[in-house]
């Protein structure tokens, strides 16, 4: 009987220990429904950021998501198995033309937010997890809008390395179509590819 | 003529359908690439013009009450494929959407049930099929219907049976419905299709990957098991072999 109590209130101590241990860290969703929040709050009440102000929303880009992306994770697996097959001058300039595909069209989105708001649904993992997936909605006119992220442990915080819209992970969807343009052209045929993407849509902006 | 040469379509169509795995769906790309270019055109020219003068003309409350009026009746149908995958308590949430949404929102044009949190599900006959475990077969693109596969198509004409417009018998009245229903997902559409022209390398391969993506992801009301561990780096046999793209037009 009183090994039994022993037992339950050293159990109870691990317990605590251990919830304190995990507060100690930021927990990844309300990571996400931070900095959600804190990106939607500035495009509110930014006009300039609505109309589609190119400058003020990379500043903005720069200050809240670049820094939370784990970009060289994301390419690598978008490029997948031919990922080792890439010189290191490769890799840097498949990662740099994907990330500013990716970063184009992130701001291309932002302009559209108008009364939405981020609700986050429950998490399922333990503390101990270094890979979680935070699933999220985005609520506003309409139906809503499933968003979820696939998170890294970084030191003491987070960085994203998947993001999946309506359904659709991104890295998978791209690793589908890096095969095919690698597979006809290269490597380098991939990169000349993106370049031109991304050439044609600055200069369509500006 | 052109009788037998559809159905000769039709069988070559079932037969390649039966070619296609979780490693290659799409044994009918060559056929699928014309008919999306197709659409691709009558998109261009007919379609995108009609939906962005609709969002233009059109006052944005009046636009939602459409919408909502096409998605009140499709709670119904939503209903009916909820209890026949068995899930009861989802099922009599879409009801009690569709009787909310029909008395108190004017019959249907305004989501009532929305704001007193009830969800849509949304579900279609498709995923009910994909629910049972009848899979995927291959990817196929139909003439302005858009992507879909094998099983999909066959859920279609049912799903299209539990539209509004099947319900009225005038045909004028039907194809005007029919051809609101249209513009009013089109206009609904058109900022995601604008973000997909940005960010594919080869439109057709990315629409075919999210379609199948998004529709395992449905059948899995958002949370399918993991098919691989997305991290080809740790583990290079995973990455799915890619097939040999055929130059489109």
Known sequence: ML??????LIATAALVLATAVAHAQTAPDA?????????????????????????????????KILPNVNFLRMTSSAVGRYWRQATPEQQARLQEEFKTLLVRTYAGALTQVKDQ??????????????????????????????????????????????????????????????AQEISASGIDGLITKLAEKNKAAAAAKS | MRRRRLAALLCSVVLLAGCATAQRPDPLEPVNRQ??????????????PVALAYEAVLPSPVQLAVSNFFGNVRDVWSAVNLFLQGRIADG???????????????????????????????????????????????????????????????????????????????????NTMTGLRLVSTRAGLLSATKLIDEI??????????????????????????????????????????????????
């Open chain 1, 117 to 178: 708001s981020v609700e986050l649904k429950p998490l399922r993992a333990k503390p101990e997890d270094t890979e979680v997936l935070v699933r999220s909605e985005v609520k506003g006119k309409g139906d809503p809008i499933q968003l979820d992220y696939r998170l890294e442990k970084a030191g003491d915080g987070w960085k994203i390395y998947d993001v999946n819209v309506l359904g659709v992970w991104l890295v998978e969807t791209y690793r589908a179509s890096f």
């Open chain 2, 200 to 249: 594919a390398l080869d439109k057709y391969a990315f629409v075919r990957n999210a379609y199948l993506q998004r529709r395992r992801s449905l059948v899995y009301d958002g949370n399918p098991p993991d098919e691989e561990e997305a991290d080809p780096v740790a583990d290079p046999a995973a990455a799915p072999a890619s097939a040999p793209a055929p130059t489109g037009p």
């Open chain 1, 31 to 63: 990571w996400i429904k931070q900095i959600s929040g804190e990106v939607i709050d500035t495009v509110k009440s930014d006009k300039a950021i609505q109309a589609g102000d190119t400058r003020k929303i990379m500043t903005l880009v720069d200050a």
């Open chain 1, 3 to 8: 090994k039994n109590r022993w037992t339950s």
């Open chain 2, 35 to 48: 008919v999306f270019a197709f659409n691709e055109a009558v998109d261009q020219v007919v379609l995108k």
């Open chain 2, 92 to 174: 009599f949430s879409d009801v009690m959407r569709f009787g909310t949404n029909t008395v108190f929102g004017f019959g249907g044009v305004m989501d009532v049930a929305t704001e007193l949190g009830f969800e849509r599900h949304g579900e279609d006959f498709g995923q009910t099929l994909g629910r049972w475990g009848v899979p995927n077969g291959a990817y196929i693109v139909w003439p302005i219907l858009g992507p879909s596969t094998l099983r999909d198509s066959i859920g279609l004409p049912v799903d299209m049976q539990a539209s509004p417009e099947a319900l009225v018998s005038v045909s004028l009245a039907r």
